[in-house]
């Protein structure tokens, strides 16, 4: 399903006589790597902000083995709701960044952000999925988020969910001016979730 997505996203650059097929496929690929460094950015500019040790730890989750920027056990509730929120934020800003200045990205030659904006898309439906299911490993952000404001984590797993929605459905539909403004109410609804 996730190389499908990346597939349908990167789509409109295939086909293109100026560069091979490959080539632009390489592309999205590295918007996709891209996309994850700036999630973990956040994590770290977070931390960092907070003055707090990061540590990599290395996580296996029913056998597919993966790493997790892991902070201080002991932060208080608000400083670990933005620790654990910081990737997503990250996201929720290069995927606005993306989307508002190229509104019509779907029609565009830029493998590198569709990239991107399909690894926001792709990571958010797999952290709201754990949180639906609250599974995954324990040090999953959308677990770190929920603990931290004592709510359930199947909220966080919407909170996660819509804006990957509405940013989808941005880029097929870049007139939807509702879906432009729902989708940076829901993000703002996450970083105002600091002060609850």
């Known amino acids: 399903?996730?190389?499908?997505?990346?597939?349908?996203?990167?789509?409109?650059?295939?086909?293109?006589?100026?560069?091979?097929?490959?080539?632009?496929?390489?592309?999205?690929?590295?918007?996709g790597i891209a996309g994850f460094g700036l999630h973990e950015a956040g994590h770290l500019v977070a931390n960092w902000a907070f003055e707090e040790k990061v540590e990599v730890r290395k996580v296996d989750y029913k056998g597919i083995p993966?790493?997790?920027?892991?902070?201080?056990?002991?932060?208080?509730?608000?400083?670990?709701?933005?620790?654990?929120?910081?990737?997503?934020?990250?996201?929720?800003?290069?995927?606005?960044?993306?989307?508002?200045?190229?509104?019509?990205?779907?029609?565009?030659?830029?493998?590198?952000?569709?990239g991107m904006l399909a690894f926001h898309v792709v990571t958010s439906l797999v952290y709201a999925g754990a949180a639906f299911g609250k599974t995954g490993p324990i040090e999953r952000d959308t677990r770190g988020m929920a603990s931290s404001r004592r709510i359930s984590e199947r909220w966080i797993g919407v909170l996660v969910l819509a804006p990957a929605l509405l940013d989808m459905y941005r880029y097929f539909n870049p007139d939807a001016r509702w879906a432009v403004l729902t989708s940076r109410g829901v993000k703002m609804g996450s970083v105002a979730l600091v002060l609850k």
Not at 67 to 80: C, G, K, T, Y
Not at 84 to 113: C, D, V
Request: proline share 8%; net charge positive.
């Open 1 to 31: 399903r996730c190389a499908m997505l990346v597939l349908l996203f990167a789509s409109p650059a295939f086909g293109q006589p100026e560069e091979s097929g490959a080539s632009k496929f390489g592309k999205v690929i590295l918007g």
């Open 66 to 114: 993966f790493f997790a920027l892991s902070h201080a056990p002991d932060l208080s509730p608000r400083r670990e709701y933005v620790v654990s929120s910081a990737g997503m934020w990250a996201q929720y800003l290069y995927s606005e960044q993306i989307l508002t200045h190229h509104p019509n990205l779907k029609s565009e030659q830029s493998p590198f952000r569709k």
